[in-house]
Each structure stands twice: as structure tokens, then as C-alpha cells.
């Protein structure tokens, strides 16, 4: 099983030998959090699985929203306490828009783009064979573009901070441009997927790239 709720949706997948079997995905502005452990119990009961057939649990670490960060690796914690001989695994969302592009999408230089809702974006460069030019960042548009501009080559954007990154010209020759809303459980699936093939197995841990926000109370 691999599921998200690090930004505006709330995302569960069951797979079976790299398959999706039953999915759930749904947009939330806010709550995507509390919807998750009835949803994944409703998909397990209409499938008829039970919780010790379910083998390995993957979960998105981020970045995102603070509190669908904590949600989902508590939900796997929790299911991995239950189940001590279940594999537990986190993924970042990089990781995961990034099994999206197909060859033909792939450029010499490709950036992940993903949604702060601040001024800035958060993003990772990777290149023509999708290896990291970058660790994960907050930049803000002018330096993601100085970026970008270095090779002087095309260009593949992806992500959901992509559309309000291009709201106004860049300057940018853009190879292809992949608008999501939010990460699609068939990327999810990929990650989860990949993870197990290649033994990658990630205890999951928050990716914060910044602090949350915090406001004090002074009265």
C-alpha cells in the first residue's frame, strides 16, 4: 500500500506486483489528513484484504503541508507497530513526479516544481538520465529560472507549483510542461514500486526544506 496527504489531496493505492488493484484520490483544500485511515479502511474492506496481507506500507515524506507531512508517516508508523513484520518505506514527492515523465518528455535539463503557497517554490533539478543535479530547495522564480537558463537548453517542468511558476514569461525554451494537480497514484505506484525492486528501503523521515510556519500568540 502506498498513500499521500503532503499536499491538496489525499492519495491511496493498494499494488500487487507493480499493479494497482484499488486507488482512492480526491482534492482537499484542507482535512486531507482525517480522511485517510477510513478511506484506506473502506478500500481494504471492499477488496476484501485484511490488514496482515497487506506486506509493505510507502508513504510521501514531503515537501508539503506540515501537518499532511506528520499525518502520513504517523498513519505508517502506527500500521508498522501493528505489524511488526511489515516493510515501512518513505519517498519524497520529487521522487515520485518524477517517474511521470515519459522519454519523450525528458530533457537535458528537467525540474520538479511543487507548490509552497508562499512566494517561493519548492523544486530539484535533475538531468537528461533523471539523476539529481540538485537537492531538494526552496527557491524563489528568478533563481529557478537563472537556473535553468545556465545550460541554454530545453527544458521539462513538472509539478503543481508549475502553473503559477509560468503565470507570467520566463524566457525559458520548454521542452515539455506537466501541469498535475497532485501527485497520481500510478506515480505513487512507480515510487512503491521501484523502491521494492531495487531494495531501497527508506525508513520514512519528514522532508522539511523549511520551517513551518508558526504564529505566537501575544495576548
Not at 509552497?116 to 531538494?136: H, Q
Not at 506515480?187 to 510556519?213: E, G, M
Amino acid at each position: 500500500m502506498v498513500f499521500d496527504t503532503t499536499a491538496a489531496a489525499c492519495s491511496i493505492a493498494l499494488v500487487s506486483d507493480g499493479k494497482i488493484i484499488a486507488s482512492y484520490s480526491r482534492q482537499f483544500d484542507f482535512g486531507q489528513a482525517e480522511v485517510l485511515l477510513p478511506e484506506i479502511k473502506n478500500m481494504l474492506n471492499q477488496n476484501q484484504i485484511s490488514f496482515n496481507q497487506i506486506s509493505g506500507i510507502f508513504v510521501c515524506v514531503g515537501p508539503g503541508s506540515f501537518t499532511g507531512v506528520r499525518a502520513s508517516i504517523s498513519a505508517a508508523k502506527v500500521f508498522a507497530l501493528a505489524n511488526p513484520q511489515m516493510v515501512i518505506s518513505g519517498f519524497s514527492a520529487f521522487d515520485a513526479y518524477i517517474t511521470e515523465l515519459s522519454d519523450v518528455d525528458i530533457s537535458d535539463c528537467n525540474a520538479v516544481i511543487i507548490e509552497t503557497r508562499r512566494d517561493d517554490f519548492y523544486v530539484r533539478f535533475y538531468d537528461c538520465t533523471l539523476s539529481p543535479l540538485s537537492e531538494p530547495q526552496a527557491l524563489n522564480r528568478d533563481d529557478i529560472i537563472a537556473f535553468l537558463k545556465k545550460n541554454g537548453a530545453p527544458v521539462t517542468l513538472l509539478g503543481d507549483g508549475v502553473e503559477r511558476f509560468l503565470n507570467s514569461p520566463s524566457g525559458l525554451v520548454l521542452h515539455s510542461i506537466k501541469m498535475p494537480d497532485h501527485i497520481s497514484v500510478s506515480a505513487l505506484a512507480n515510487v512503491a514500486t521501484a523502491q521494492l525492486k531495487n531494495h531501497k528501503i527508506n525508513f520514512p523521515k519528514p522532508l522539511y526544506i523549511r520551517a513551518a510556519d508558526v504564529t505566537v500568540n501575544t495576548k
